[in-house]
């Protein structure tokens, strides 16, 4: 399994970015899949996930600024991110898990296994994003 992003780099607040996460062994539309951000200091924090019904969740803090697809024609998965604040820099990271909510691909918001017996938890590299003026 190998998940590979692409699209970071810096803008000034109020910007936009579109990252990519191109997923290559793996079926995307079985797993759950997201984005994952890690600020300097701090604990990586979920931005958003998609069910493999194609619902997204967004976290409160980028409710309404980033948006989350995907497409299954070249397995990618896509955030668009509009209204960049400077709180928005971190490195960001593509996953594609087995969720936790007992329902294959459904309601992956909930978070994923971590008891050991996950079907699929992988990471990919990560992409900065940094956001200043």
């Known amino acids: 399994v190998q998940l590979e992003e692409s699209g970071g780099g810096s803008v000034h607040p109020g910007g936009s970015l579109r990252l990519s996460c191109a997923a290559s062994?793996?079926?995307?539309?079985?797993?759950?899949m997201g984005w994952f951000r890690q600020a300097p200091g701090k604990e990586r924090e979920r931005v958003a996930t998609?069910?493999?019904?194609?619902?997204?969740n967004y976290a409160d803090s980028v409710q309404g600024r980033f948006t989350l697809s995907k497409e299954k024609a070249n397995a990618t998965l896509y955030l668009q991110m509009n209204k960049l604040k400077p709180e928005d820099t971190a490195w960001y990271y593509c996953?594609?898990?087995?969720?936790?909510?007992?329902?294959?691909?459904?309601?992956?918001?909930?978070?994923?296994?971590?008891?050991?017996?996950?079907?699929?938890?992988?990471w990919g590299q990560g992409t900065l994003v940094t956001v200043s003026s």
């Open positions: 996953s594609a898990f087995e969720g936790v909510s007992g329902i294959p691909g459904i309601f992956c918001y909930l978070g994923r296994k971590k008891d050991g017996t996950a079907s699929l938890d992988a």
């Open positions: 998609i069910d493999t019904d194609g619902t997204p």
């Open positions: 062994g793996i079926t995307i539309s079985r797993y759950c």
